[in-house]
């Protein structure tokens, strides 16, 4: 069976703790390699990150990787929330630059993903496997796709264990990618991040946001199903089944959900496959 990894984002409410946990529950039933715990901008949601690992990992039994992000951090705090991980256990992470925290107006000590996988390699060498990102469609803030593709390869350089990507809805910005960074050298896995569908105007916004593209055909069809929600949740779990079979098929390592701490959307991809 193909490993399955699954992301899910900190609950602030007692109302988004339930639905985690059901969540957390309901997905556990599909034996994922290893969750992830996303990390929000600013510094109030730190607690928060490092919270649900130890929920993660302790309520459920899951291998929870937390997401770590240099924006607007110090060394030194860098430094502690390490500790904290290794404290509690874990051996992952995921390392990003992330988002600088709104009302912030420094970088931080670390400026780039390539600074903090070099920083975090030289305060604990290998404990950590480090997982980064990857921008099959590029990133949106990068100067130009060649200029990405390099950025890419630096974050391989300074200790990257494996990748995943932003989602897509289009195969072949996958293959592309996978064959143009392993002709620059890079060798390490690229796990497809895959968005199951489930509401599609929220998924247009996050979208136009992050520079994913949601090809013509699939947002005509969205449109053209109206309000028909069975319709629309059995459209759209067929064609990201169909996506991931394909991208499988064509030697992807595994598939990364994000699942908005959700089981539906995702149990339902899982399903068809």
């Known amino acids: 069976m193909t490993h399955l990894s699954f992301e899910f984002y900190p609950p602030k409410t007692d ?9 957390a529950a309901r997905l556990k039933a599909h034996d994922p390699h290893y969750v992830s715990c996303t990390f929000g901008a ?13 929920h993660l990992k302790q309520t459920h039994g ?20 390490l500790l904290l991980y290794r404290a509690l256990g874990c051996k992952r992470l995921v390392a990003l630059r992330g988002d600088l925290p709104s ?16 920083f975090i390699r030289a305060e604990h060498g290998d404990h950590f496997h480090i997982e980064v990102g990857a921008y099959p469609e590029t990133h949106p803030q ?32 996958y293959f592309r990618f996978v064959d143009d ?17 489930s509401n599609f105007s929220q998924l247009k916004r996050f979208s136009d946001a992050c520079g994913a593209e949601i090809p013509r055909w699939i947002a005509k069809r969205m449109q053209a199903l109206g ?9 759209a779990a067929d064609v990201v089944a169909d996506m991931c079979r394909k991208l499988l098929a064509g030697g992807a390592p595994s598939l990364h ?11 339902a991809v899982l399903s068809r496959l």
């Open 42 to 54: 600013g510094g109030s949601t730190l607690s928060y990150t490092s919270e649900t690992v130890r």
């Open 181 to 197: 960074v392993r002709r620059l050298g890079v060798q390490i896995p690229i796990v497809p991040g895959i968005m199951p569908i």
């Open 142 to 173: 990068a100067d130009d796709a060649f200029t990405d593709l390099r950025n890419f390869r630096t974050k391989v350089e300074a200790g990257a264990n494996a990748a995943i990507t932003q989602y897509f809805y289009n195969p072949d910005a």
């Open 257 to 267: 959900f994000y699942t908005l701490n959700l089981a539906k959307p995702t149990q």
């Open 15 to 23: 109302e988004q703790r339930t639905l985690l946990d059901r969540t």
């Open 227 to 235: 309000d028909d929600a069975e319709g629309i949740r059995e459209f």
């Open 103 to 118: 009302g912030m107006a420094r970088m931080g000590d670390l400026r780039y993903a390539s600074d903090l996988i070099a």
């Open 62 to 81: 899951l291998d929870a990787a937390p997401h770590i992000s240099c924006m607007g951090g110090s060394r030194e705090e860098i430094r502690e929330l």
